[in-house]
């Protein structure tokens, strides 16, 4: 099965993917690598109308724990 129709928009930062999230609200779904949502999405358990790329900003290819 496809996945319903969307909108693609691949963030250049991560100040352009949060402006991204506030403008296009709760239809919108962050994709990022390792996900189940691309999946879901042909199972068609999840139907955003907009995701917003993170695969190309720099510095989100982990997360690091810091105290403080």
Do not use: C, W
Request: charged share 20%; no cysteine.
């Amino acid at each position: 099965m496809y996945p319903r129709a969307f909108h693609y928009h691949r963030a250049g930062s991560l100040q352009e993917a949060a402006t991204m999230l506030a403008q296009l609200g709760e239809e919108a779904k962050l994709l990022a690598g390792g996900q189940s949502l691309i999946p879901l999405m042909k199972l068609r358990l999840a139907n955003p109308r907009h995701l917003v790329d993170l695969n190309f900003v720099s510095g989100t290819s982990s997360i690091k724990e810091e105290s403080g």
